[in-house]
C-alpha cells in the first residue's frame, strides 16, 4: 500500500511538473491574434521584405489578412500553436458568404480558411481579384 502511494505521489509530482515547464515555456493555450500591430508583427516574422500597409482581422483572432504597398496580400492563419502566413496570387478560390471571406489555397493538407471580416469582406474579396499571378 505504501509503495503505491509514493508511486502515485512521485507520478502526480512528475505530471505537475512537467505542466509548470509547459507553462513557463509559454506553450498551449489560446493563441489569437490579438490586434493589428500583432498582425503586422507576424507578417515581418513570416516574409521578410512585406511592410503592411493594411490590415483587416478575423473578429474571432485566428486569422488577418494584409495588403502592402505593392498590393500583395498576406494570409495568416493559426497552425497548431503557431501562426503562419501564405502570400496569396491568383489561384487563391476566395468566396464571400455575407461577413465571411472563405480562401481556399489548394495546398496540400490545407483545409479552407473562413474569416468573418465583418462589413471589410467584400472590400478585401474584390482586392484579391486583382492580386499578381
Do not use: C, Y
Request: overall charge neutral; aromatic content about 6%.
Amino acid at each position: 500500500m505504501l509503495a503505491e502511494l509514493i508511486k502515485f505521489g512521485v507520478s502526480l509530482g512528475s505530471i505537475l511538473a512537467l505542466a509548470g515547464f509547459a507553462w513557463m515555456l509559454k506553450l498551449g493555450g489560446d493563441m489569437r491574434i490579438r490586434d493589428s500591430r500583432h498582425a503586422r508583427d507576424i507578417a515581418q516574422e513570416q516574409v521578410f521584405d512585406f511592410i503592411p500597409v493594411d490590415v483587416v482581422l478575423d473578429r474571432a483572432g485566428m486569422g488577418a489578412l494584409l495588403r502592402d504597398i505593392e498590393g500583395r496580400q498576406l494570409l495568416i492563419s493559426r497552425h497548431g500553436a503557431a501562426f503562419v502566413g501564405r502570400m496569396l496570387d491568383r489561384s487563391v478560390d476566395a468566396r464571400l458568404d455575407q461577413n465571411f471571406l472563405i480562401l481556399d489555397t489548394h495546398d496540400m493538407g490545407v483545409r479552407p480558411i473562413t474569416l468573418n471580416l465583418g462589413e471589410d469582406a467584400p472590400v478585401w474579396a474584390s482586392a484579391l481579384r486583382r492580386l499578381p499571378s
